[in-house]
């Protein structure tokens, strides 16, 4: 039961961390996504700010949870995204069906459907697994081995942000803009 | 030594994930290769319905969806800033807009391009038609738009009437009549000859586009 506990917990900690990082790549596609869950009209730098900080906070949650397991709080916090996760692809389901969920940014194509309702369904049940407990001997991790998880976190934040750039519209660099 | 428990299953999630990124990576290689393949399909099927697509609207910076079939024969032009065929095919959609001949028509500039590369193009730059930045790959793969120019005619019940690359005024005009006939007109509609993709592209221009069987041309 631990194995499972904490391979549910890794996998969802590596699901945030792609999806952050994903998200960081193209930050205007999550904005529009962002934007039809508002129902009052909302400036778009302000769209844009909140899609960054949704990706910067799944990013972060994604690799606490990964580099310190032996806080469990981090696990109730998972969960609790998880289940934000279901309530949006439910909302998401009802009134905007068929459009983008850019829930891995450019990396998917997947859309507001009832699949992506039961998707979001499966991540909330492997975050409940998570909150399993597990003995203070198998977290127990000293200095090298959370350095060597920090960096292999953020290699993987940096792997999808460039395979979401790839994926993306608009990857080109901007061009030189003459004088005129 | 032995490696703690949470090591061990974190790496082994790890080492999948990365795994499941190359993949990721590895399908968006084959896409590109295709995508730059001269022979693939440019453009929808004539016949088909057209695809929703999302688009942000470079005038006021807002995300626009678009729904082909909700009563407006729309016009939609995938264009990139730094095609010179696509200047002309901008240039040819302002002249005939400032005619007047594309009224009760959506005319549409599309283009994967931030807001910024429009400065680099006089025709971009000052055109009053509606210009904006896809916001999805899918919308550009879903409208076969592999390279640019590429018009694309789309009447009012959204069903695809002509796709081409086109970058001339009489080309416009044709188009434009494609969105807007009724149906029983649209089978005769003559479409003659495409235009370059790129300038070079001199044998493009003179291929003869093909009428479908639909009425449309390809």
């Known amino acids: 039961m631990e194995v499972l506990a904490l391979c549910a917990k890794t996998a969802l900690a590596c699901v945030l961390i792609v999806a952050g990082s994903a998200k960081l790549a193209d930050?205007?596609?999550?904005?529009?996504?962002?934007?039809l869950f508002i129902p009052f009209r909302v400036a778009w730098p302000l769209l844009s700010a909140i899609a960054i900080g949704v990706s910067l906070g799944e990013l972060a949650v994604g690799l606490a949870s990964l580099t310190l397991p032996a806080i469990t709080a981090l696990n109730a916090l998972v969960f609790a995204i998880a289940?934000?996760?279901?309530?949006?692809?439910?909302?998401?389901?009802?009134?905007?069906?068929?459009?983008?969920?850019?829930?891995?940014?450019?990396?998917?194509?997947?859309?507001?459907?009832a699949a992506g309702v039961l998707r979001s369904i499966v991540i909330a049940g492997v975050a409940a697994v998570a909150l399993a407990h597990v003995g203070a001997a198998a977290l127990q991790l000293d200095a090298t081995a959370r350095l060597l998880l920090i960096a292999a976190a953020g290699l993987l934040a940096v792997a999808a942000f460039t395979a979401a750039r790839?994926?993306?519209?608009?990857?080109?660099?901007?061009?030189?803009?003459?004088?005129? | 030594m032995t490696i703690p428990l949470y090591l061990a299953v974190a790496q082994w999630t790890l080492l999948f994930t990365f795994g499941l990124l190359l993949i990721v990576v590895y399908r968006q290689l084959g896409r590109t290769l295709r995508k730059t393949d001269t022979a693939a399909p440019l453009g929808p099927a004539v016949g088909s319905a057209a695809a929703s697509l999302e688009y942000s609207r470079f005038a006021d910076d807002t995300v626009q969806y678009l729904t082909p079939g909700d009563g407006q024969p729309t016009l939609l032009a995938f264009v990139e800033p730094t095609c010179p065929s696509c200047e002309k095919l901008v240039l040819a959609l302002g002249t005939a807009e400032h005619a007047g001949e594309l009224s009760g028509l959506r005319v549409l500039l599309l283009t994967s391009s931030p807001k910024s590369y429009l400065r680099v193009s006089d025709a971009f730059r000052t055109t009053r038609l509606e210009c904006g930045r896809i916001l999805a790959q899918a919308t550009a793969e879903a409208y076969g738009a592999t390279s640019t120019p590429l018009?694309?005619?789309?009447?009012?019940?959204?069903?695809?009437?002509?796709?081409?690359?086109?970058?001339?005024?009489a080309e416009v005009r044709t188009f434009s009549r494609a969105c807007l006939l009724p149906p029983a007109e649209r089978e005769s509609i003559p479409i003659t000859a495409a235009a370059p993709?790129?300038?070079?592209?001199?044998?493009?221009?003179?291929?003869?586009?093909?009428?479908?069987?639909?009425?449309g041309v390809r």
């Open chain 1, 27 to 35: 930050p205007a596609s999550f904005a529009s996504t962002v934007r």
């Open chain 2, 197 to 215: 993709r790129h300038e070079n592209d001199l044998e493009a221009a003179a291929r003869p586009l093909e009428p479908t069987e639909k009425g």
């Open chain 2, 151 to 169: 018009l694309v005619a789309i009447d009012r019940d959204g069903v695809v009437r002509a796709a081409a690359p086109a970058i001339q005024l």
């Open chain 1, 166 to 180: 790839v994926r993306g519209p608009g990857s080109e660099p901007e061009p030189e803009v003459v004088a005129q």
């Open chain 1, 83 to 113: 289940c934000a996760f279901v309530g949006v692809s439910a909302l998401g389901y009802a009134f905007h069906r068929g459009r983008s969920c850019r829930c891995f940014g450019a990396l998917s194509q997947r859309k507001f459907d």
